[in-house]
């Protein structure tokens, strides 16, 4: 079984910044894709942004309401995923959501696990 542990939502002023975390912990082989969601009440869940490995390379991807301001990394040797949020705006308040694909053992296909979620919230 593989958990996924979120950190570092808050209450911030518009023009403020976060950096959310999502560590990946138990029955690990490898991690593929790791995402993060959003969500605010009332809404669908929306992709914010997708870091790929590929070698030693990572491939990011970003929402189009989020380039230039959110930056997605990860670190594998410590199987964890960053999102460094910059400049927020009161539309950014949501619950965020960690989404990663695991494969357990070298034989299993992949499959997604979802962090619990850490509310982000944006206002003076």
């Known amino acids: 079984q593989v958990q996924l542990v979120e950190s570092g939502g808050g209450l911030v002023h518009p023009g403020g910044s976060l950096r959310l975390s999502c560590a990946a912990s138990?029955?690990?082989?490898?991690?593929?894709?790791m995402r993060w969601y959003r969500q605010s009440p009332g809404n669908q869940r929306d992709l914010v942004a997708t870091i790929t490995s590929i070698g030693s390379s990572n491939y990011a991807n970003y929402a189009d309401f989020v380039k230039g301001r959110f930056t997605i990394s990860r670190d594998n040797a410590k199987n964890t995923m960053y999102l460094q949020m910059n400049n927020l705006r009161p539309e950014d308040t949501a619950e965020y959501y960690c989404?990663?694909?695991?494969?357990?053992?070298?034989?299993?296909?992949?499959?997604?696990?979802w962090g619990q979620g850490t509310q982000v919230t944006v206002s003076s």
């Open positions: 138990g029955s690990i082989f490898s991690i593929g894709a």
């Open positions: 989404n990663v694909e695991v494969r357990e053992r070298p034989s299993d296909y992949s499959r997604t696990y």
